[in-house]
Nanobody, 125 residues
Framework: VQLVESGGSMVQIGGSLRLSCAAS????????MSWVRQAPGQGPEWVSG????????FYADSVKGRFTISRDNAKNQLYLQMNSLKPEDTGLYYC???????????????????WGQGTQVTVSS
C-alpha cells in the first residue's frame, strides 16, 4: 500500500487549495477513503470521507461547506478541494484507507493508521 499526498502550500486566509493523493498497491476502487489532518501538537483529526463510487461524502463539522472530497477511480486518485481556508485548517494532511464504511466516520475512528508522508497546509494572514 502506498499513498502519496501532494498539493499543500502556504495560503492566505480565505484562499483555496486542492490536495491530491495518489494511491497504489491495492484496489483503490474497492476501498472507502478519507482525509485526515494533524495540527502541530495535536492528535489526528478526521476531515472527510468518500465511498467507493464517489457518490457519498461526509465531512467534519469544522470543514462542512468549505471542503469537497472527490475521487477518480480510473486514475487511483483522491482529492480534497479546500475553500475559504482558515488558520485552524493549518496542519499536515494525509489520505487514508478506511477500515470502516465512510458512514461511520462521524461517530468513530474509521480510517487505517497507514498514511503517506502527508502534505503541509499553512493558512496565514
Amino acid at each position: 500500500v502506498q499513498l502519496v499526498e501532494s498539493g499543500g502550500s502556504m495560503v492566505q486566509i480565505g484562499g483555496s487549495l486542492r490536495l491530491s493523493c495518489a494511491a497504489s498497491g491495492f484496489t483503490f476502487s474497492s476501498v472507502d477513503m478519507s482525509w485526515v489532518r494533524q495540527a502541530p501538537g495535536q492528535g489526528p483529526e478526521w476531515v472527510s470521507g468518500i465511498n467507493t463510487r464517489g457518490n457519498s461524502a461526509f465531512y467534519a463539522d469544522s470543514v462542512k461547506g468549505r471542503f469537497t472530497i472527490s475521487r477518480d477511480n480510473a486514475k487511483n486518485q483522491l482529492y480534497l478541494q479546500m475553500n475559504s481556508l482558515k488558520p485552524e485548517d493549518t496542519g499536515l494532511y494525509y489520505c487514508a484507507r478506511n477500515a470502516l464504511p465512510v458512514d461511520f466516520c462521524s461517530v468513530t475512528k474509521c480510517y487505517e493508521d497507514q498514511w503517506g508522508q502527508g502534505t503541509q497546509v499553512t493558512v496565514s494572514s
